[in-house]
């Protein structure tokens, strides 16, 4: 991971505020392209490259959050968040499990990137939120 990666995935979500989404994989598909050697580990490097910019994005927006956040609200996130890095780990690997052992590696990295990328945009989403002020919420009538 390179400040020109942390850059480009800065402004491809400045560009693409409203598809934030569109962001995971830029960093990824163009190393994978530019590089030349084998194939595999072309990718997977390039996508655990990638992976790093959005592992360090969800790790600040977790902080960020947390610090927001009474204390019962940051007790519970911390467990919601354990339970999904936990659950991420196992799906990552049953993905790998499943794949032919020429194309496991890549598979899992792959799951890992998207699910990361999707957390911390998740994450960045809900530490937005906080920021504003807070406005009455609306009662339901029956």
């Known amino acids: 991971m ?13 560009d693409s505020a409203d598809q934030p989404r569109a962001c995971i994989g830029s960093i990824a598909v163009i190393c ?23 592992r360090e994005r969800l790790d600040f927006a977790t902080s960020a ?13 911390g467990a919601v968040q354990r339970s999904w890095e936990e659950y ?6 049953f993905t790998g499990e499943i794949e032919t ?7 899992q990295a792959g799951c890992e990137l998207r699910a990361v990328a999707a957390r911390a945009i998740e994450i960045e989403t809900m530490a937005r939120r906080r920021l504003q002020p807070a406005q009455p ?3 339901l009538q029956r």
């Open 2 to 14: 390179t400040a020109a990666d942390r850059a480009a995935i800065a402004a491809c979500m400045r």
């Open 32 to 54: 994978a392209r530019q590089t030349s050697g084998e194939r595999r580990d072309t990718e997977i490097a390039c996508t655990r490259r990638e992976a790093a910019v959005w």
């Open 65 to 77: 959050l947390s610090q927001r956040l009474a204390s019962t609200s940051r007790s519970r996130f």
């Open 88 to 93: 991420v780990a196992l799906r990552c690997a």
């Open 101 to 107: 052992p020429a194309r496991a590696p890549v598979m």
């Open 137 to 139: 919420r609306p009662r």
